[in-house]
């Protein structure tokens, strides 16, 4: 109840006392402060994905100034010879304003990848924008087949017949290439599955359609019991190394995801970034309440 109460008034709590929660799941404002953070995890044998924070933009000033950040990041990142990639939300270049200037500036992000032979994810978002999210995807993949890659949610009722329909991307020589995790946005029972073990199951029927269609599978969850089922799956259909990753978001389950490294197996942590954290991290909390507890520690520790 108290973890409930912490992360519904959180929103209206002054910044810097969001930030004790946010600083554990977010790399920092900066570029710098997300260089550092990635090459840490690089050292760990974790390989990483930068997000700049930011989304559901109101003007296209912003989209084009999103668009010269992830440039930028892209320059620096590889320069550096940092191991990951990138992941974009469409809504923060423009989405929801106008999809053409959006798609400009997404394939302005993905041809500066290409050029450096690196990839970029193209995260999903809520139900309003899937539609138009997979459209800009195919459109992408046709150009860059090597060098983009989407999200789907295991949670929508829709997700297994839009495998089904992308798997005409798929080839052998550019395997297309998906982050499944279960899903975040608030939708309604019509269109989204609602039971725990509901999602669980059609997360894991999703994983072996992809395992079984070749296609190279992003493997996100902080879930054990996922976790177990898709090392069991790996082992059973005997998936290549070089077919699938696990993947985290950044200060979650640090345990499990040093048992998976341990283990042999590629991870990728989301590392996301920049001054726009504040929303980001009162939605985190909205997720999953039981992290008020880690507030409440960290004031503690504070004081």
Known sequence: ML????????????????????KRYIAGETIEDAVLASKLLNAKNIEVTIDIL????????????????????????TTENVKGNFSVKPTMFGLLIDKE?????????????????????????????????????????????????????????????????????????????????????IEPEKIAF???????????????????NKM????????????????????????PKHMYEFQMLYGVTPELRQSIVDDGHLMRVYVPYGLKWFNYSTRRLKENPKMAQHIIKALFVRG
């Open 3 to 22: 973890n409930k109460i912490i992360s519904n008034i959180l929103p209206y709590m002054p910044k810097k006392l969001v930030w004790v929660f946010s």
């Open 54 to 77: 930011g989304e559901f933009i109101k003007n296209l000033d912003e989209a084009e100034q999103n668009c010269k950040d992830y440039l930028d990041v892209i320059e620096r990142f």
């Open 101 to 185: 200037v959006c798609y400009k500036y997404m394939r302005e992000v993905v041809k500066m990848a290409a050029s450096k032979n690196s990839f970029i994810r193209i995260d999903m978002e809520d139900s309003q924008c899937v539609d138009m999210e997979i459209e800009i995807f195919r459109r992408l993949r046709t150009e860059f087949p090597a060098n983009v890659g989407l999200v789907l949610q295991a949670y929508m009722r829709r997700t297994k017949s839009d495998l089904e329909a992308l798997n005409d991307l798929n080839t052998e020589a550019h395997p297309i290439s998906f982050r499944l995790c279960k899903g975040i946005y």
């Open 194 to 212: 609602k039971g725990y073990q509901e999602v669980r199951d059609n997360y894991l029927a999703d994983l072996k359609f992809m395992f079984e």
């Open 216 to 239: 190279y599978a992003g493997i996100a969850t902080h879930d054990k019991y996922l976790v177990d089922e898709a090392i069991k799956m790996i082992r059973e259909m005997n998936i």
